[in-house]
């Protein structure tokens, strides 16, 4: 009774300040609205900015290890991350800004090193400088900060600068992530427009149509937030949760864009650039992960590590690129024939790892033998005139359980026995 009690004293309350004052508060309420809008959207800008920043930030970590570094070279200052150089390569920001819409910078103090802004002229503004302010709030201060309005040449951002550390706490530069101003202003303008004109109507449907919408995108932002989060530490593999997914709405986009920035990431991550295999890192660590289930199902599996019979010979006659050509054709016919079978990951240069799940050495030996004679019968043909072939040789061996480092140690010398005793091989014993 007290709670039917309390919950009418709301409702009469709610009558009151909403239907009551209605032609008063109309103008009231329509500003509210655009105001806790701005700043929902302000904030979930400011958000997702910090998320991505953190994201390729750890990203960098992942991929190039060790400390930033920063020489000068004859013709410029050079930035190195471990041992890779930034400079110049731009696969990775341009990769992320087409499948996010974010702009991306990387600072060696205050001058830009790659970036993906571009100037009036179409050139990206490399080695132009960034404001005193943010030199003075970031790079002085050591501490990421929230810019809603920065202006670089003729466009307005929001704009979230981050301080890149190296280990021993210096402060050598900063990345930039920005959306541009514009974009978000539409988003924003897009969402608020038709509750300007529902409230005009009636300010109690707008209020109640508020109160559920803001509940809505609270929660899509939370999921999104703590599926950036889970992305940030590694997990490549989280699922979005469905239903911000399926939104039609400027967070669904923004749930979507971060799918895609996930996908973009583990293909970054797991997968090997030319060949389109998995890397050697993931390929280990999916082995590790074979044996795991194998030792605790009781499941046999085998390895092979195969190698190119004379590839050397390929680059040097035909030169690098049919070199290249050679590489993918053989891996796209072993991701082929391993689809069904485990997968493969090339293991360095012209070496490829296959495992074979759920199968003795006798099937999987058999398996390798077809997968051997395709690549045997694969014909090249050089500028429209030359043929050649090319041969591998394989090392297979059958997991007994423990240790992976085992296993392979196995595979690798059986398969310099079969390079030794005259290649095109697959030694098995």
């Known amino acids: 009774m007290e709670q039917d009690k309390a919950k009418k004293k709301l409702y009469h309350q ?23 809008y701005a700043n929902a959207m302000n904030n979930e800008v400011r958000q997702g900015l910090m998320n991505q920043s953190f994201t390729i930030i750890t990203m960098y970590d992942k991929l190039y290890p060790g400390d930033y570094k920063a020489f000068e070279g004859d013709d410029g200052l050079y930035l190195l991350k471990g041992d890779h150089l930034i400079n110049g390569d731009f ?3 341009d990769t992320l800004k087409e499948n996010t819409g974010v ?11 790659i970036t993906t802004v571009r100037g009036e002229d ?10 005193a302010v943010v030199v003075k709030d970031v790079l002085e201060g050591g501490r990421a900060a929230f810019y809603p ?10 704009a979230y600068y981050s301080p890149l550390l190296n280990e021993d706490g210096a402060c050598i530069g900063m990345l930039f992530v920005a959306k541009p101003v514009e974009t978000v202003m539409n988003d924003l303008f897009r969402v608020i427009l038709p509750i300007v004109f529902l409230g005009i109507l009636a300010v109690m449907i707008a209020a109640l149509l508020t109160i559920r919408y803001s509940c809505r995108l609270t929660e ?3 999921e999104i937030e703590k599926f950036l989060g889970k992305v940030a530490n590694g997990e490549l593999n989280e699922q979005l949760a469905y239903p911000v997914g399926k939104r039609k709405d400027e967070v669904g986009e923004l749930g979507r864009h971060a799918v895609d920035m996930q996908r973009s990431l583990r293909e970054l991550v797991e997968k090997d650039a030319l060949t389109g295999l998995y890397n050697r890192r993931y390929g280990e660590k999916r082995l590790k992960q074979v044996q795991k289930d194998a030792d605790s199902y009781g499941m046999p599996f085998c390895i092979a590590i195969g190698d190119i019979d004379y590839f050397k010979h390929v680059n040097d006659t035909y030169g690098h690129e049919w070199g290249d050509r050679v590489l993918t054709q053989i891996a796209r016919i072993m991701a082929e024939r391993m689809r069904r079978e485990g997968y493969a990951a090339r293991w360095g240069g012209e070496e490829f790892l296959l495992v074979f799940m759920d199968q003795g050495l006798q099937d999987a030996a058999e398996t390798l033998r077809k997968l051997q004679n395709e690549i045997r019968d694969t014909e090249f043909t050089y500028n429209e005139k030359e043929k050649f072939r090319v041969t ?5 061996c059958e997991s007994s359980g423990g240790n992976t480092d085992e296993l392979l140690r196995c595979a690798d010398n059986r398969l310099y026995a079969g390079k030794k005793g005259g290649r095109d091989r697959i030694i098995q014993e």
């Open 14 to 36: 709610l009558l009151k300040i909403t239907l009551l004052p209605i032609f008063l508060l109309t103008a009231v309420i329509i500003t509210i609205s655009i105001r806790s």
């Open 91 to 93: 696969s990775i920001i």
């Open 103 to 113: 702009d991306i910078t990387v600072f060696y103090q205050d001058v830009r090193v």
């Open 122 to 131: 179409g050139e990206r503004i490399i080695g132009t400088k960034v404001s």
């Open 149 to 158: 309005n920065v202006s670089i040449g003729d466009k307005d951002y929001f």
């Open 220 to 222: 899509a932002i939370g």
């Open 392 to 396: 591998m040789t394989f090392g297979i």
